[in-house]
T-cell receptor, first 114, second 112 residues
Framework: DAGVIQSPRHEVTEMGQEVTLRCKPISGHNSLFWYRQTMMRGLELLIYFNNNVPIDDSGMPEDRFSAKMPNASFSTLKIQPSEPRDSAVYFC????????????FGPGTRLTVL | QKEVEQNSGPLSVPEGAIASLNCTYSDRGSQSFFWYRQYSGKSPELIMSIYSNGDKEDGRFTAQLNKASQYVSLLIRDSQPSDSATYLCAAKRINNFNKFYFGSGTKLNVKP
């Protein structure tokens, strides 16, 4: 089985540019999570979806960040405009119905904003 | 104060020794606790979960939970160089859907 798929794996952009990160959860998983990991702040939950509906977006740092899940097999995290402090590794994770405690992480997208 | 605190390490142990990783949490409402392993440059993977006070064993791993002290630990017996990684402790609040709070992780080095 394919795991969680994220793209791109690496992204380098300039301050002010729009960045879109993509995630395909494991088939059959109905919960999807976006995390950000930095040395300073560790792993932080940004937002999570259940059955394509955003349940908790309290971790989204500011209005420059937005996330969508138009269907069960695809989600995006967008940053517009990007800033150097957004540089981090962004992980997407998914979990099965009734097994939300077991989250499977994707390989991550390493974002560098110059 | 962070929800979940861990010593960043690095913790160095010789091969074959017991590695002891510790974690404290601040919210007494937390009911579920998890240990994730993260190799350098890779994504976290779940290795243990614990929900009740006491010990839970799985192979070379033992998770320990003490809710009165708000303390979680992970013991790795017969440590191997392949166990060298960063170990993340996570807590989940009761009635807070699926929101996990992660510690910053403890880096473990197992020396051959």
């Amino acid at each position: 089985d394919a795991g969680v798929i994220q793209s791109p794996r690496h992204e380098v952009t300039e301050m002010g540019q729009e960045v879109t990160l993509r995630c395909k959860p494991i088939s059959g998983h109905n919960s999807l999570f976006w995390y950000r990991q930095t040395m300073m702040r560790g792993l932080e939950l940004l937002i999570y979806f259940n059955n394509n509906v955003p349940i908790d977006d309290s971790g989204m740092p500011e209005d420059r960040f937005s996330a969508k899940m138009p269907n069960a097999s695809f989600s995006t995290l967008k940053i517009q405009p990007s800033e150097p402090r957004d540089s981090a590794v962004y992980f997407c994770a998914s979990s099965l119905p009734q097994r939300e405690n077991e989250q499977f992480f994707g390989p991550g997208t390493r974002l560098t904003v110059l | 104060q962070k929800e979940v605190e861990q010593n960043s390490g690095p913790l160095s142990v010789p091969e074959g020794a017991i590695a002891s990783l510790n974690c404290t949490y601040s919210d007494r409402g937390s009911q579920s606790f998890f240990w994730y392993r993260q190799y350098s440059g890779k994504s976290p993977e779940l290795i243990m979960s614990i929900y009740s006070n006491g010990d839970k064993e799985d192979g070379r791993f033992t998770a320990q939970l003490n809710k009165a002290s708000q303390y979680v630990s992970l013991l790795i017996r017969d440590s191997q160089p392949s166990d060298s990684a960063t170990y993340l402790c996570a807590a989940k609040r009761i009635n807070n859907f699926n929101k996990f709070y992660f510690g910053s992780g403890t880096k473990l080095n197992v020396k051959p």
